[in-house]
């Protein structure tokens, strides 16, 4: 009995480490209106805001084990608030100003939800000793998915002006982020 209580123990702190590795590295939060403090911009297509984030994406070998390089991640979302944008000029009510926010907060999780998928496919990959290409690829090929449901985001809202398809947009990520999986330490 008491083994296997010390082991559920161990279960749960490994766990915990596990849970406390994404969350440490995750840095979702709701946006506000302090996170656009760059200069409104005409982009030619009526765009009332624009959030920059970018994904800091960084990688340190660990060691070698049985022939698999093993690397560290460290992948973070960077909300560029220099380089996002509201023009409150056009931004007339609060009502107004909700949904912008709203539709901005869409483009930042896109941003968290590409950080967590990294980290996902980072932890079950096996690295040879051309793990600085791998490392790019994986990176190269998950920022490309996520660039393209950016484009498909803004396409669908028409910038936030479809109240339908921006409601569904809206579920969308309350339950890819709710029930996104666990991003696993690589186990060699």
Known sequence: MRLIFVRAICALGITLCVTDLALAQSSYRQLTVNDFRGAPQNTGDNTVAHTKCTIDFKY????????????????????????????????????????????????????????????????????????????????????????????????????????KQQHSWDVYFQRRIMYAPPIAKAGY
């Open 60 to 163: 340190y070998l660990a060691g070698i084990r049985n022939g698999a390089y093993q690397l560290t991640f460290d992948v973070r979302v960077l909300m560029r608030p220099d380089r996002s944008w509201i023009d409150f000029r056009r931004v007339t009510t609060q009502a107004m100003l909700r949904r912008v926010l709203n539709h901005e907060q869409g483009h930042y999780n896109i941003s968290c939800l590409e950080q967590q998928e990294i980290l996902r496919e980072a932890s079950r990959l096996r690295f040879s000793e051309n793990y600085r290409a791998e490392a790019s690829a994986l990176f190269d090929r998950i920022h490309a998915k996520y660039d393209l449901l950016n484009q498909n985001y803004d396409i669908d809202t028409r910038h936030m002006l479809d109240d």
